[in-house]
């Protein structure tokens, strides 16, 4: 199973920083967006690290961590809507 799925950038960029889904495929990018071929292993790599920052509890002054759970969460909502489509 292969998807091509439109992520938010700001997840995606940090998720490979961290050396994530080293098998995915990324198709194109523009400032907000990144597409992406991912296989069954990537796409369970990268939503369960979404799942991860979605729930994560971001303190008064951590700018950058909401910013991030607020692209995880968009991206678990990308992500289960590919599902949906399979």
């Known amino acids: 199973m292969t998807k091509v799925v439109v992520l938010p950038l700001k997840f995606w960029s940090d998720h490979k920083y ?4 080293e098998s995915a495929i990324e198709l194109k990018r523009n400032k907000i967006y990144v597409t992406v071929e991912l ?13 991860f920052y979605a729930t994560y509890d971001a303190e ?13 969460i968009a991206t678990l909502k990308r992500l289960q809507e590919s599902k949906k489509v399979a």
Do not use: F, N, P, V
Request: charge should be negative.
């Open 18 to 21: 961290r050396g994530c889904s």
């Open 60 to 72: 008064y002054g951590e700018e950058d961590m909401k910013a991030l759970k607020s692209s995880a």
């Open 39 to 51: 296989d069954e292993e990537s796409w369970k790599d990268i939503y369960s690290d979404a799942e």
